[in-house]
């Protein structure tokens, strides 16, 4: 486990985003006082720590730069660091406010050991202008104390003991007042507390205090919360010189494929979420990420489908100074049967997801849809338009169509409004159809009229809306219009509101 | 070498939406048929347009009539713009249009070249038997229309391109139609108010037919046969042209 600590975090944000020479510090509300949170290396050695009043600070040094803390920035900020150590590990977790953690167990020898990777983290970071420690131990709690209190350094398994001995309570992440409750007894180190009896310690303080410890210890396990899934399938490339033409983006992408399709094949899987992702040389990540309508595993296709993907981008595609690492994921993979070959209907339906694939790689998914029935008697709800990706097998036409001659269903529109749109209109009687309408702008005289056919709201729910009272109309020059009153007269002596029309859906 | 230069020159050449390589398909309408020299031209591109804004709908309709013969998957693209002014495919009524909801794609695009680069990969694609295309205001680029008339020309599909008003300008299509409702009464009058309306009739207008002749028809759908019938017992619009040759045009 590697324990990242950014130790000035936000005050090298600021010293980053803009030239800041004076000493500088991170004031923000605790409280009802306006203290001091951060400092810079020039602050700190006029004197300055954290927990200082703002008002103090200022009159003893005027020259200070005082910034108000931002929060938000400082999460996002870390986020993207977080991102860009995904290069070294894809098991990397959030330590806030200001670390990091990351599993580098059985990534480190892509970079030729511990050590080296460390060196390598160690250059990129301070490159990039933050001051940090880095510790690496063999839990969690260990790697967490040592960066921040201990030695930064590599210690491995059973050396907790040594390591964590002298270190003082607070770096078990305990609260601050149980570790303030602990200083009053004279408890001030871990060393003071690791061969205490351990009933007395947790009757007297909480279970955390002894929980803390084991896990510190590696006595009781403590699980990693990675940021991200992690995917089933993973294939990496780095570079020795940057890529940046897009050419070269798609033939790595194929080489990486093709390994992925060895990994696939063996486990009998096929993927159903590709994700590209390039990390750029400036740190910044580009994602990438493509679905696929059946299990996957050709690399050509997928090629297909990542450029299509690429296309749709364009100008978005912006390499900078050049990616130097590539990774392809499978983030949902499933189990695929063996390809068979020949079979003339399976045959065409490949043709079909294949091209669905494609559409909704440049379109977006949500663009290209299937049309699904669903057991309800209101019209909105009765069919919709899903992400052909998403569409069930099962999309209910057969049962619908069942249904539709049983019962008889009076005519439907040929395309339904996506809200209904009031109109205003004049019927002869209350409960008839109308006699003429106005439906954008346009008056419309009535000459047939078929209904009413009754639809209720959906009562048992308080959003429900009124009963309809739906009409198939048609107008003088033959256009054919889907209309209801919403609401029913019988209902105005109850206090209802007084119905309204709206026009639905049109036909043929 | 000049030979072979001239065949290449020659399939290079091909008018888009007259080659027959992929047969026609029989409407079942003997005068409309006859007219289009056997049926509607597969692998062609077919203009439908609405005699105006307000007649989308049956143009919609006749479309879908014509994609329906086609038997098999079918893409609906449209604008998104398109889709909420005069709302989207609703699956019920396509249901009782003879068209399996099931076989239905629809694509939504924010841009017209994203509507016409996505029709033009349907219809290169052979499991997709036709494609609808809704191109509603403004002239079409010529050149993508003769992109989407080889590319049908290539695979055997039908391509339709909707149209909200008539268009006058040159193109690729092999016919082009312009659709009308028609009323549903020969005589429309008061008193059929309250009564049940009749079956669905449309008028439909041959405009442009690379092949034969032009025409006008009142179609009807017969909801037994799951077809466009000619609605023999009402008074057409006009007569079509071939039948009174010995009229003087004045």
Known sequence: MLSLWLRRLSTDRIARSHEVSAPLAVYGKRGNAELIVAVDTAAERLGLRAGMALAQVRAMHPALQAVAEDVGADATLLDSIADWCLRYTPLVALDA???????????????????????????????????????????IGAAHAAARYGEPASYTGGE??????????????????????????????????????????????SAQVLRQLDRAMGREHEPLNPRLPVAPYVAEQRFAEPITREADVLAILTRLAARLQFALERRGDGARRIELTLFRTDGALRRLAVGCSRPLRDPGQIRTLFAERLAALSDAFDPGFGFDMARLSVLVAEPSPPEQIGLGGGEDTAEA???????????????????????????????????????????????????????????????????????????????????????????????????????????????????????????????????????????????????????????? | ???????????????????????????????????????????????????SEAHLAAATGFALGLAAHAQGRLLWLAEDMALAESGAPYGPGLDAFG????????????????????????????????AIGELRHGAIDMVALRRLSLAAGESGALALLLRGAPAGDASTAATRWVVEAA??????SPERRGEKENATRLAVELVRNRRGPLGAWILEWSDSDERFALATHAQPVAAPALDRPHRKVA
């Open chain 1, 97 to 139: 406010p200001d670390g990091l953690l990351l599993d580098i167990g059985g990534c480190a020898h892509l970079y030729g050991g511990e050590q080296a990777l460390v060196a390598d983290i160690s250059g990129r970071i301070a490159r990039a202008g933050f001051a940090f420690s880095i510790a690496v131990a063999g839990s």
């Open chain 2, 183 to 188: 009323p549903s009464f020969s005589a429309p």
């Open chain 1, 353 to 508: 997801d294949r091209l669905v694939d494609r559409l909704s790689a440049r379109l977006g998914a949500r663009r290209v849809r299937r049309l699904i029935a669903r057991d309800s008697h209101h019209p909105e709800i009765a069919a919709a338009a899903v992400p052909a990706h998403a569409a069930p097998a099962d999309t209910g036409w057969p049962a619908f169509r069942r249904h539709r001659t049983d019962a008889e269903l009076a005519p439907r529109p040929l395309r339904l409004l996506t809200r209904p749109e009031p109109i205003e209109a004049l019927a002869e009687v209350p409960d008839g159809p109308p006699l003429r309408f106005r439906w954008r702008r346009a008056l419309h005289e009535v000459i047939a009229a078929e209904g009413p056919e009754r639809i209720e709201g959906v009562w048992w729910s308080e959003h429900g809306g009124p009963a309809r009272d739906y009409f198939r109309v048609e107008d003088k020059s033959g256009l054919r219009f889907w209309l209801f009153r919403a609401g029913l007269y019988r209902d105005l002596a109850q206090g209802a509101a007084a119905p309204t029309w709206f026009l639905h859906g049109t036909f043929a």
């Open chain 1, 160 to 205: 907790e003991r040594s390591l964590l001995a002298p270190l003082p309570l607070a770096a078990l992440r305990l609260a601050p007042e149980t570790v303030s409750a602990l200083a009053r007894v004279g408890l001030k180190r871990i060393g003071d507390i690791i061969d205490l009896p351990r009933s007395p310690l947790t009757a007297r303080f």
């Open chain 2, 99 to 130: 068209l399996r909801p099931e076989h239905l794609l629809t694509v939504a695009a924010t841009q017209r070249c994203d509507l016409l680069w996505a029709m033009e990969e349907a219809l290169r694609c052979r499991a997709v038997h036709a």
């Open chain 2, 1 to 51: 070498m000049l030979q072979q230069l001239r065949q290449r020159l020659q399939a290079l050449q091909k008018t888009a939406g007259l080659e027959s390589d992929h047969g026609a398909l029989p409407l079942g309408i003997a005068p409309i048929d006859a007219a289009l020299g056997g049926g509607l031209a597969r692998g062609a591109l077919h203009e439908i347009a609405a005699a």
